[in-house]
């Protein structure tokens, strides 16, 4: 069957419906199908066309909905059946969001697809990630690397030193060790850092500490994922 449809692979952004694109928007209200992630907040969610078709391809840690091949073929396949696809996205799609294994995937099959990109949660948050007089640099970096690895890709003590402001996701559940690597590294100890909890939906919440303490102040205040760990001098209060 010949393929009419296009993917589209929309950013969602961090979950203020605010904060979504104009066309992002339209795209669902026009849409034939939505594949959608865990993260995408109700809000943006009750945009989607009443009429189109819902399929949840969300993951959790440690649980997955459908296996990332599983989905890119999943698209492959509506894309023959639909006109207009969406694969809806928390963050940008390009951002730890693994749109560029679905992007290349339909392409390879001959697929059309067109990115709408979105605003990443790191960049959400409030704070100035750069700044002329306490940050020049800043590295988006992920916490949790992919399954089947037998080593971290990323390098943790040399990471100490190499920006001035550290953005890292899906780092929750190796909080002590990245910490640990940071401070080994030669990060001072009193390095500033904050963990936003849910940033910008209603249930935000958000602890500050140093590279010392938070781990502690995380424990304390009962913080899980999905949140984001800022490292660096402008991870303070002072800011917002």
Known sequence: M?????????????????????????????????LYDALVSPPI????????ERIFVGKYRGWHSLPQAKITELLISKARQYETV???????????????E?????????????VVPGISAGLAMGFP??????????????????????????????????AD?????????????????????????????????????PQERRVYGTLATIEAGVSQAGLTAPALIVIGQVATAAWL
């Open 45 to 52: 969610l009750a945009m989607i066309n009443p009429q189109a």
């Open 2 to 34: 010949a393929m009419t449809g296009t993917v589209y692979l929309v950013g969602a952004g961090p979950g203020d419906p605010g904060l979504f694109t104009l066309k992002g928007k339209t795209l669902l209200e026009l849409a034939d199908v939505v």
């Open 102 to 114: 679905e992007l290349s995937g339909l392409r390879q099959a001959g697929v059309p697809v067109e």
């Open 129 to 162: 990630l750069t700044h002329r007089q306490v940050s020049s640099s800043v590295t988006l970096v992920t916490g949790h690397e992919a399954v089947g690895k037998t080593q971290d890709a990323v390098n943790w003590t040399a990471l100490a030193q190499a």
């Open 86 to 100: 969406v694969r809806l996205k928390a963050g940008d799609p390009f951002i730890f969001g693994r749109g560029g």
């Open 165 to 201: 402001t550290l953005v890292i996701y899906m780092g929750m559940h190796r909080l002590a060790q990245i910490t640990a690597a940071l401070l080994a590294g030669g990060r001072p100890a009193d390095t500033p850092v904050c963990v936003v909890q849910w940033g910008t939906w």
